[in-house]
């Protein structure tokens, strides 16, 4: 295969698709690297250094999208470079496409076949691309503040690692998921005063529901948070949990820095009788599943839920088909649920990769998983959730329990 590396262009993204290693191993393997010149003297590598393990510098994006395969890149195609793609070409980038509709337009209209690093999961369902990104955020969050603090910018002019004789500077973390997590840890490291609160009972944030929802080998996954936890210990990081943050905390605190890694929130659709009794919010969801986790392992809960799970009916509609949407269709049909997913997309399962769905959604058709796209939602009443269909035809579905399962909106 050609494998066309370009350089990025996006403003002040200086990172390179494949490093001299990377080229090696796929040059070694029979395949041929175009790598566009000058691609990697951001991160302080040479073209002679790309030669020396075998690609082949081109002049130029252009070159190196017209004689390619597979472009693999670091970040989302800029307008410019999506006027290169071909139908016959792979993309492999970061897309992160729902925020940026009309990069989505571009890639469509190109016809190439674009795979985001960000869906790819491995065998046990985590995300082994979009994973490190998230511990990435939280080792620079004290690197940010620590340029924050000096006086130039407008801090205190505290430094953060501190000096014999003064005090180092004092870091206050909302939120315990996996980036607040590695933000205590590495601003402790360096030297610093941290407290890390969140207002859940325990470390983890989002990670033991994930695994209990995800049915893969949860204890594997909880073995970071233990990990973290030990670390706490080891480096005296202050744990507040169970404990929201006031302006009266912050008060009592004086934080130098305050890194906020608070998740997102949950989306509420507009329809008619949302409010009603039979509609399940998924943070509703959350919160019944966190009750149960707050006392046993998530392991231990999803099995549980195999066996006894009273707040959701036999006939279950859920409200949004993308990952989360198919990942709950998923867990609740395993544990005997009749269920039908309802999309206004025009496709379902976004965030998944190709394997998942190639494997899911035929499991969904032999387990009678109903699947709508392309609908749009007119109300809830009486137990009914009613639709108009990609068609243009009105149609109702009969509920026990709705579930919303939209994509969660940052917690500014």
Known sequence: MRIGVPREIKVHEYRV???PAG????TAAGHEVLLEAGAGVGIGI???EYQAVGARIVPGAAGGFAGAELIVKVKEPQPAECAMLRPDQVLFTYLHLAADPQQTAALRGSGCVAIAYETITDAAGRLPLLAPMSEVAGRMAPQVGAHELERPQGGMGVLMGGVPGVLPARVLVIGAGPSGMEAARCSAVRGHRVTIFDK??????LIPLAGTVKDVEVDDMMAFVDWEDGQFKKLGVRQELGR????????????????????????MPDIPGFDGAT???SAK???RLKLALKYVRPQTVAKLSKLYLPWVGKRVVIIGGKIMGCETAE????????????????NLGEGMTGDDKYLLFPWFDKKGVKRYIGAGYKNIASGRLTITTKEGKEETIQADTIITTLPLDPND
């Not at 080229?23 to 796929?26: G, K, Q």
């Not at 859940?200 to 944030?205: E, F, M, V």
């Open 244 to 267: 929201e943050v006031t302006s009266e905390v912050i008060d009592e605190l004086k934080p130098d820095v305050i890194i906020v890694a608070a998740g997102g929130t949950h989306v």
């Open 279 to 281: 509609v399940l919010t």
């Open 17 to 19: 698709g494949l490093v």
């Open 200 to 205: 859940q009972p325990k470390l983890g944030g």
């Open 331 to 346: 867990f609740l049909t395993k544990r005997g649920r009749k269920v039908t997913i309802v999309e206004t997309g025009d």
């Open 285 to 287: 969801l959350h919160k």
């Open 46 to 48: 040479a073209d002679a």
């Open 23 to 26: 080229v090696r191993e796929l």
